[in-house]
């Protein structure tokens, strides 16, 4: 019972901060980062994450766990979340390329031809292609499997139409990763087909969607009749279901991972008690509030409660496994987490919290973390979509059915109940 | 037994939603964000003092209708679920402390929407800024008043714990503009020299008064919330059926409407206490007020955002400028816990030794 | 917007107190009143409590909202509401004898025939009739229009075969109120037919069901081919949804209105607020811990809306109208707060709260709360079936539907979602 | 990163939890509480002593089986689980303690379970009931003691901090039994006078590994009730469906599994605390453990009951039972409140000025 590295995972974690802080300087843990929801970057930034991508291939640090054939270490997965970790702490260009060689990357390796590999996957650890996942449409969003944007096939081609919402790295991507519907006759699940496209092609129209807090974050993409060879389909025709399942899967893994990296809870939690430490309640203190005081120590169990589940999941990992929904539970705990750490932030604040940027406290990152957390506790899956899948694949729950009103009594499907002691 | 408003009183509250409905906040709020505008509506502050709503509790003689706090509650409801860019609510109090002087001359102005009011009564607190008076006249530093940009007068507090109404309107007035999370109302930083004042007595029953409208204002942004949670749930499919029928939105709807019916009941009864006007019974109803209200405010924005999804986590979803609006209310008269430990002050537990 | 008394209200209740104060003693506000799930009355109480009714009846004070016609005092409800109130001020035996002057009574009053009200609600009011409500079954709880206890028709008599559980006065009932299924092949909410039924006639065995408390409050009824005559059947054949819905209603409709009689949250808080002047919370008073003050402070608002709305419900009647699910807030949300005041209050206790009975704080009101409050939550409709009432009536909510996952794409219902802004 | 326990240690967990199994507590506890008899499974006592559960964590020279502080968690969770009406987690904490002294005499007598252990380490307070010692020997009253009415010897505080395992076999012990919310366990009150003890140095990190193996204990009895009421929604239809398929139960028991896995990675810290020895650590982790577990216990149990509706409150539905205990473990070693405020005090926060 023990959540710190085994020896091997110590040696690779040694080697990989060696030549982080060698290559990087360290970040400050107590400043304030950027929202996961901020404008996306600009073209500078853009070419700097390039640039450092770019470095960590020629170093050989890109892809960790990535095949050597395809420009990857070769490593396991538990080496690829220590790299991860280690990243963290040091300074490094905005991470916008994050997913073609997280999910996407994953799913690519797991359904693309050698061929299609071959032709996507060294150039994005090099950092030729930034990616975006097109996913959730207007139509379709926690019931993504309703997804609508048609494919139709048209020779050795598919032609394109519909549209696509929740864009992260929208405006900005070289590539996509597409979910189509290919067969609207059969049930929901049946008749996808993914595709790879190019985000630059004549058809492609990327437009912002604003976020709450006035910035953009997220794009709509809108797909006129868009020429894709079907050398570019990833998976076969209609089993897109399955294909899109595996890009879900590792998206879960990775934000389960993630806890681990103290990238959860942490910052945020010293943000509250520095805040708790300035602010007072009813003249005094708020830090000798006993009701502050159970609040904070709330959030430090409830905090440290998700590191170790974190850690839970990453030795399922260490052991070979792949974590199934638990990951998830990271996710969620920790978006219902950050929005009570909020509250209770603009709440010490008193008159102070309808304020805002520089002239709020902690240059206002509670009131930006009031737009953000809604959002978290929404994207990658609600909570409520979350807590459906732990009840049915966990717990063994029952799927919702339906009796219409007007059936018999007597053909009602009954069980249960009260029986006399024995 | 006779917990309910008028039939007549309700209608007059429709006639307000009516007014609000056509100066549309939402759409402007946004824009003038995008525009560095600040947030007030003269359109709509003009049409108020025409159809003489900020005199509701005036004579007619002072431009006003005659009504009585029973209105001023209903009032601060609708503004509140409107998101109104105007000074109503602070407007309509000070019309009350005005009247209760009296002050005629001030109350025609008033009324005719040349004398807009800005609020600052935070709870006070080590760190409260207040203000020092010397032969009626007041000096010192206000932060962050709401409304405080463009308002004429402020109805604040001194260090001694008595209400004053300060003239905005003298050269001893500094004003510096805050960045603020409420897109409805602008916030400033006053420093006021010397400016002339009204005497309003004791500043705790203005705070309770104001609490209880602001708990109205609170209550209409939470039914507003919850009713457009429940639009967008009939609306939305998923999984081949409205979000609405599904028991996890269904349930959560059907919580937040007890919560604002219990808030209702709670705020009622701050209204009884507006018509009764004894002081212990205002400061007891204020907090079951004002605590009831600011969390379910609060909450209704945050679950209202959820329930819409993706949308709701949009520029274009009104949720998120309940959300903002929300806090800024909490903000300006302390939290439900401060309220709520005021009411332990009052109630049958001893103070804190 | 004023709760207190019409000069008319006012007018009665201090005519009601005259004749209560003159006739019973006043109850002890501070007094720790039994729990409701106690054990059923002895014979002497049975007899006290018929005894006091007869004594009301006498003197004009019976069946308050009731026609003269039938022994009552042909009042408004309001009256009927007042009458309550100022009954509970003072000491009298169990009010066993409730629920026929309550929502069975009204039912009878509403769907009963000129013959069978003549024939039931006089001796109700005399207090010859104790009744009990034969609603429940083992597999019909919270859907209750499945049950499935069985009325056949035979000439002018019908045979009831089937059980009933969680009868409240069960033990000792006269008469009990009885809904049957007539019809098993039409849907659920139709085919089900209404009786009186006479609970010491052959073929009714009554048994106790044991609470978690060990003792016994609810019975279990099996009916083996009792025989009831046709003239005791109430409402139509197969209308018996309907005549049940005026009992549900008037059940919820009494729970909501006596919230005003300070019976709710009131004592309870009382007890807390005692308890944390004695106990301490880290070596002080808990009642000087500011977290505790928040917990009874936010209590305290929670019992006062209670209150209120319950104010706001009596306003309807008191108007003329009939309140609707907005009553079943008052119990629902006092079921919620009582539990969570008991969790305080066992809480604070630390060590002691693991004691019971004399040897326990407070003679154990506390630990005797905890085995009750999460029966308050289930009786008369669970939290989960308010909140589906609350959501389908007063919010306009669709009932849920069900999609079979097979269905083909093109025909899936849909609407709603993300709109490009105008 | 060894997160977990292993395919060894979670066999061995089933063998206990198949014992228990043998000796249903649920049925007993009932008609011991109807019989008035004092809650204690004699012959699943003698069975755990002679299967050599008792002894998990000692030599095999003392009748032990010499294993680790892992599998005393493991045998805490599935007591918990059970309902165990046996001082199991005492006992195997007294081995623990014993081991350091060392005191081979009594280490045999505990394996072969002739020496039953009360624990009684109530969170120190003004009025917590504490021992004096005087040359070894411990006088004054304990009050209430788990289990303290069969035990033959008591781990308990002195007012200076310090912990004593007291021997309560001689003739200056008056036992009283004292009526229990708990069906699972006696308490009593212990009047001493002059009673061998033996001390076990600074009482804290033997409450703080009380607390750890409590949390263990409360998990168990939290899985319980969830797994309870997961097979009664899955089994009990209404509407035409299980009422597991509706949201509202199955959001409700997915909330609970989330609460209990997160409880679990805290307590699991608590084991690697355990281990590791380190008394700060073991502060930290007692705390997290505890807190977490003894918060989802409490709701599970009530949750449980809940999902039960109708059968739920009745006599013979097992969640009534672990309510009972739930609330009397959280008596014994104080509530989460209290061990969240021992947190900050370990933490970056300053304590209460």
Redesign the interface.
Known sequence: ??????PD?AAFRRQARAWLEANAPLRDPHQVEPGV?ENWPDAAQMQAARDWQRRKHDAGWAGVFWPPEYGGRGGTI?QQIIWNQEERRVLTPPAVLLMGQGHVGYTLLAHGTAEQKQRWLPPTLRGEYAWCQLF?E??A???FA?L?CAARREGDHWRIRGEK??ISDGAYADVGFLVT?T???????K?LTCFVVDMRAPGVTVRD????N?GSHFS?VRFDDLRVPDADRVGAVDDGWRVALTTLMYERFFVGAWGSSGAFGGPQL?HL?EL?GR?????R?A????????R???F???A??????S??V???V??GGIPGP?GS?VK??FARLS?EMT?LG??L????????????PLA?VF?AA??EN??M???GG???I???I???R??????????P??????D??????????A | MDFAYTAAQTALAGELAALFGRFAAPPRLRAWADAGIAAFDGELWQALADQRWLGLGLTPTHGGRGLGTDELTLAACEAGRALAPVPLVATLLAGEALKAIPRPAQLGALAAGDLRVALCLPPPGRLTPTVSVLDGRVSGALLPVVDGLLADAVLCADAAGNAWLVDLRGDGVRRRQLATLDLAHTAAELVLTDQPALALGPAGPWRDRAAILSAFEQLGGAQRCLDLAVAYARERYAFGQPIGAFQAVKHKLAALHVEIELARANAYFGAYALAEGEPGILAEAAALARASATDIYLLAAQESLHVHGGVGFTWACEAHLHLRRARALEAALGSAALWRERLLGKAAVPAQA
Not at chain 1, 304 to 309: G, L, Q, Y
Not at chain 1, 394 to 403: A, D, M, N
């Open positions: 019972m023990d959540f710190r590295d085994s995972e929801f538990m959730s207007p139509g969003g926690s019931d309703a609508a919402i929740w519907r067969d609207p006759d059969g049930p929901k699940h008749g969607v604003r976020h709450p006035g709509h010293r008690i708790a602010c007072e309640v009813g003249g203190p830090l000798q509030d006993d009701a502050v005081r159970q904070l120590a709330a430090t169990v409830r440290r409660a998700i590191e170790h589940m850690y839970r990453l030795t399922t260490s052991q638990e539970i969620m705990e929005q509250n603009l709440e604040m008193g008159p102070a919290a309808m304020l805002d940027g520089a002239d709020a206002g009131q009031l737009l809604p959002c506790r929404i994207a609600t909570d409520e979350q807590r459906t732990i009840a049915e966990l717990l063994g729950l029952p799927q919702e059915s339906h009796v009103r007007d059936l018999p009594f007597r009602l499907p009954r069980g249960g109940g009260w029986r006399p002691m």
